[in-house]
């Protein structure tokens, strides 16, 4: 089995630091994106927890596209959210952007080393590229 590693040359993390891990890799079929936080150019984008997940999201299908994958090869989500008064607005968002083809996931109140509201990550599978 070949492993993929996508964003290796180093994405860049607030304050412009080099982060040392890859933004996806895959393997078996399988694509395991790190977990995206609203942010742009390195930078945090300010907002409310719905502009801010919308963000996070945008950000895993932009390296799932990237990668030869869809919102409809998603199988799991891990969700990070700063407050639980957030949970509702996150829900409202992760439906539009899954539709009626929810993967599974788990969602958890914890604090972020980046100073967001929300950080997410998917794992996706398609069984062509086994």
Known sequence: MSITRYGVEGGVGTGGQKL??????????WLYVSGQTPMR???????????????????????????????????????????????SSFNKVFRDVFGDNPPARICSVQDLVVDCKVEVDVKCFRRDRT
């Open 41 to 87: 150019d390195g930078e945090v984008v300010e907002g409310g927890i719905v502009e801010q997940t919308r963000l996070a999201f945008d950000n895993c299908l932009a390296i799932m596209r990237e990668a030869g994958y869809g919102v409809e090869d998603v199988v799991h989500v891990t969700a990070v959210l700063t407050d639980a008064r957030y949970f």
């Open 20 to 29: 040392p891990f890859a933004r996806a890799v895959e393997a078996g079929g």
